[in-house]
């Protein structure tokens, strides 16, 4: 499916960062944030996706056994799971090439085209999603270009969660930071250099595409985020997000040309019909 970080997840990405330790799993999101999400997410090939087939490499060199890679692609129905294909291949060279099938596949199954910007958009988070964590796919997925109009809204509606993490040194360390530009985040690293980068890397991931003056340190973003959750509006506001009443969300509110409801939150890739588009 489409990844944020990856392009697509599945493949070496099992292996680096997958099984890696903290500080990789840490640099590697950093690196993929700095290329950005517009860049990467939805893409089969890109930046982020060489560094892990580079590092796979390295890994392949102490490897004595051959390696079988499988690449499924699933489709989510209401009640189940329907498998639509399944890609294999051995060793570094044959997983690469299995997943860049696997991707090409996903992309057509699992984006939704849309004719025009979109003003606003809710998106619903289902139970699996219990924090904003991993609620924040809501507006990874709309991050692709053109897909927001300038000064729109992504609503991530999701009266059930209470947290930003589980964890609650991650959850701690958001509320420290909070949620705000590239530039921003660069900037509060260089004073804070201890800080952990995959905090770094999720804060301006669901924040998304915006600009930091460092003499006025006044942010502009393409879009606002704003969360319909548990989490007060006192710390929704803490941390540089916007916020809503789960209770004043209602459907019949956000249907319109420029505004969609997308009732499984998070699941699908949106874009744009560009030309040639089929």
Not at 25 to 40: D, S
Not at 67 to 76: H, T
Request: with cysteine; hydrophobic share 40%; charged share 20%.
């Amino acid at each position: 499916i489409p990844h944020e970080a990856t392009g697509f997840s599945g493949g070496l990405k099992t292996i680096i960062p997958g099984i890696a330790g903290p500080d990789v799993v840490g640099l590697f999101h950093w690196a993929a944030v700095l290329i950005g999400i517009p860049q990467i997410i939805g893409s089969v090939k890109n930046t982020a996706r060489d560094i892990i087939n580079a590092a796979c490499e390295e890994v392949f060199r102490f490897v004595r056994a051959p390696v079988l890679f499988y690449n499924m692609v699933f489709e989510e129905k209401e009640n189940c799971v329907v498998p639509r294909a399944l890609y294999a291949g051995w060793n570094l060279q044959g997983a690469i090439q299995a997943y860049e099938k696997a991707a090409e596949m996903s992309e057509r199954i699992h984006t939704v085209y849309i004719e025009n910007p979109l003003r606003c958009a809710v998106q619903v988070i289902g139970p699996d999603y219990d924090e904003i964590w991993t609620a924040g796919k809501g507006s990874y997925k709309l991050q692709k270009p053109g897909v927001m109009q300038e000064g729109g809204e992504i609503i991530i509606f999701a009266p059930h969660i209470k947290v930003f993490h589980s964890n609650p040194f991650m959850d701690s360390s958001i509320r420290e930071i909070g949620y705000h530009s590239k530039g921003f985040v660069q900037d509060y690293l260089r004073r804070n250099p201890g800080f952990d980068r995959n905090v770094a890397a999720h804060v301006i991931n669901v924040r998304g595409p915006g600009s930091f003056d460092p003499d006025t340190r006044k942010e502009n973003f393409l879009f606002q985020v704003t969360l319909a959750t548990a989490i007060s509006e006192e710390v929704c506001k803490s941390v540089g997000l916007g916020y809503r009443s789960p209770e004043s969300i209602v459907k019949k509110h956000f249907e319109s040309e420029s505004c969609l409801w997308i009732e499984h939150g998070g699941k699908y890739l949106y874009d744009l019909k560009r030309e040639g588009y089929r």
